[in-house]
């Protein structure tokens, strides 16, 4: 007589489960990483007891490995298209550290590039969060990790980027700071207000 098989998970307990074992991780390693317009929060679980490693991309597991007997080494995964590499190795004292490579840079290498390369602003409206990034050399504007496709406008001086989102008005607006080495001064306004300006990392 054939056994019975097991109902399939369905969505609501599969995904009631990843939060329960989320709330039970315990992190060895964690990394925010800016990329296209937002910030992945990554963390990685590593049992050196048990030799389980578990990545972890914004609270959602996206690689599990339990029994491992050989507890360094490499996982690959990617983020929004971009090939990253975590890697084990061995430390002193039985220890171990763990390394993050993004888009085949180390982690502070990529930050620092990226750092250069994107300006970012956030502000709170009416108890909604947004993150406004701007990619310098592309002219590229995220809004909460959402390319937008306006373009901007030329105006005296510089130009401005006009969208909006859940009836706010936001501006980027970018000027000519007259100087050379300066550049072009970027800023962004919200519904008339003017935006504090954070790091991108």
């Not at 996982?75 to 090939?83: K, Q, T």
């Not at 930050?111 to 250069?116: D, P, V």
Request: aromatic share 10%; charged share 30%.
């Amino acid at each position: 007589m054939a056994e019975a098989e097991e109902p399939a998970e369905t969505a609501e307990e599969a995904e009631a489960r990843q939060r329960e074992n989320y709330a039970k991780r315990e992190v060895a390693a964690e990394w925010r990483v800016p990329l296209g317009g937002r910030v992945f929060r990554v963390e990685f679980e590593h049992g050196t007891a048990s030799g389980r490693r578990v990545l972890w991309v914004d609270e959602r597991e996206i690689l599990r490995r339990d029994w491992m007997f050989k507890l360094v080494g490499e996982d690959a995964f990617h983020l929004d298209g971009v090939r990253c590499i975590l890697r084990v190795d061995p430390a002193p004292g039985f220890k171990y550290s763990y390394s993050l490579f993004v888009g085949g840079q180390a982690f502070d290498q990529f930050t620092e590039r990226q750092a250069r390369a994107l300006k970012a602003w956030e502000v709170t409206v009416r108890d909604k969060f947004y993150r406004i990034v701007l990619e310098k050399d592309s002219l590229n504007v995220y809004l909460n990790g959402k390319l937008r496709e306006e373009v901007g406008e030329f105006v005296e001086g510089g130009a401005d980027t006009t969208f909006q989102a859940d009836g706010n008005v936001f501006i980027l607006h970018s000027r000519s700071s007259g100087n050379k080495r300066t550049g072009i001064i970027h800023s962004v306004t919200v519904n008339g207000a003017q935006v504090s300006e954070v790091d991108i990392k």
